[in-house]
Nanobody, 127 residues
């Protein structure tokens, strides 16, 4: 089992920045990739970004490319999402996820490919 705990959400003005962190514990050696998803009220959960734990390969959704940066720290078992130039449409609950099986560009954005999930942290961007 892998436990994931997110932190760093909050309220920010449009154009501002937030830094989300996800702390992993348990059988972290079994994870192949860590990712961030988000879900706004009334909408489906959508992929934001992911990073593989060994090679450090990163994947980003087109909607946030150039504004968000994902990074992983294997020594600390954490993954961070730096979010800049935030927009009101970025408002959502952000979830950290861990995948045990290998990811590639075909499956990285699929929530069903991830095995463990955190409880989420709320990000609200005011206009």
């Amino acid at each position: 089992q892998v436990q994931l705990v997110e932190s760093g959400g909050g309220l920010v003005q449009a154009g501002g920045s937030l830094r989300l962190s996800c702390a992993a514990s348990g059988r972290t050696f079994s994870t192949y990739a860590m990712g961030w998803f988000r879900q706004a009220p009334g909408k489906e959960r959508e992929f934001v970004a992911a990073v593989t734990t060994t090679a450090g390969t990163t994947y980003y959704a087109d909607s946030i490319k150039g504004r968000f940066t994902i990074s992983g720290d294997n020594a600390e078992n954490t993954v961070t999402l730096q979010m800049n130039s935030l927009k009101p449409e970025d408002t959502a609950t952000y979830y950290c996820a861990a995948a045990v099986w290998a990811v590639n560009s075909m499956v990285v954005a699929s929530p069903g490919h991830y095995d463990y999930w955190g409880k989420g942290t709320q990000v609200t961007v005011a206009s």
